[in-house]
C-alpha cells in the first residue's frame, strides 16, 4: 500500500508534537528539533535555496515526514530483501566501566529494527561497539527479532522462506583500521540506509564527549562515524537521531546549536549525514520514524506487535542503565516506562486513525 504524501505529513505533524515534547525540561529541545526539520526541509529540497517557509496559516512540513519519506522512497526502490544498518551504544559511566550503556539507544533501534522488518522486508544489521554486543543482541531480541550470524541475517530474506533475523555486528573502535573495516563491511550488506540512534561522534577537538562535555575513552566507541562517511560516499542514505547535539548525525545541526547553546561547542557532533532527526530523547525520536515508516507502508499494524515497555525492561535486565540517574532502572533518560508505553499507545493511535480518516458517523 502507498500512502499519499499529504497523508503523511498529517500524521507525521502529529508525531512530531509527540517527539518534540520537552516532558524532562531540559529546555534544549525545541532549538534542536526546529534546527532539524529547518535541515532536513533544505536537504531534501532538490535545490535548497529555492524552499519556502509555509504562508500564513499552513501548517509547516513534518520533519518525520520528510524523513520517512525520503526512506520509503528508497525501501521502496530496493524491494524486500534490501538491507539496512542501524548503528547504536553510548558508553556510560565509562570513567569505571568499559561494558555499560544506556537504555536510550538500543531500545529505538530495537523498534525501528522490527518495523523495518516487518513493515518493509528489511534485513537490520546492527553495529555497536563490541562490549556492547551482548546489551543490544537482548533488546532485539526482545523487539521479536532473530539474532543470529552477520551470513545467517543475510541469507534471511526475500525467501521464501524468511525469517525475521538480524545480526548485532562490533565495530572497531581503532581509527586506523576504521575505513578498511568499514569498507569491508558495506560490501559484504550492500546497505541501502543506515540508520544511527543515540551513537556517539566525534566533536571539534577529535574527541568523544557526554552531554555535559565530559570525555569518552575513544577505545570504548565504535567508529560508526567513519561507517556512515563512507556509507554516504557510496549513496547509502543516512539518518541520525539525537537529543543532545553530541550524537551522530547532529553534525548537521552543529552551526546553529553553536549559536544557541553556550558553551556546546566542546561537545557538538561533527559528523553530517542525509537527515537528522532532533528528539526530547533519541529513543523518542525512534519510536516516531518508526511509527511513520508503518504509516509510509500502510502497515499500523505492526506497532501493535511492539511491546515497548517490554523492550526497555529486557534492556534494562541485560545491564543497560537509565541515562539520567545512571541507575539499571527500566526508564529512558528520565522519562518512566508508563510514559514511555502512553507515548507509543498515542503514537499508535496516530498512525492507525491517520491512515484511516476522521469519520464521524
Sequence with gaps: MS????????????????????????????????AARSDALA???????????????????????????????????AGPGTRAILATGYPSRSWMFDDLTETDGPVGVAVLARVLEEAWGVVPVVVTGRQLVPVVAATLRSAGLIVGTLEQALRSKPGPPAAAATAVVPFTSNQESAVSEAQALLEQVVPALALSVE??????????????????PPRLVAAAHVLFTEARKRGVLTVGIGDGGNELGMGNLAPDLSRWMEGAGAFLARTEVDLAIAAAVSNTGAFGLAASLAAAAGRPDVLDRIDVGRVIERCSDAGAVEGVSSRVDPMSDGVPLALNRALWDLMRFAVAKGLKGWQKL
Design 199 to 216: 551513537t556517539p561522534d566525534r566533536a571539534a577537538d577529535g574527541n568523544y564527549h557526554n552531554v555535559s562535555g565530559r570525555e569518552v
Design 43 to 77: 536537504r531534501s529540497q532538490s535545490d535548497p535555496r529555492a524552499r519556502q517557509e509555509p504562508a500564513a496559516g499552513q501548517a509547516p512540513p513534518s520533519l518525520l515526514a520528510t524523513v520517512a519519506g525520503a526512506l520509503a522512497g528508497r525501501l521502496g526502490q
Design 3 to 34: 500512502v499519499e504524501k499529504t497523508l503523511l505529513q498529517t500524521i507525521g505533524r502529529t508525531l512530531d508534537h509527540l517527539i518534540a515534547a520537552d516532558l524532562t525540561a531540559r529546555g534544549v529541545v525545541d532549538a534542536l528539533f526546529e
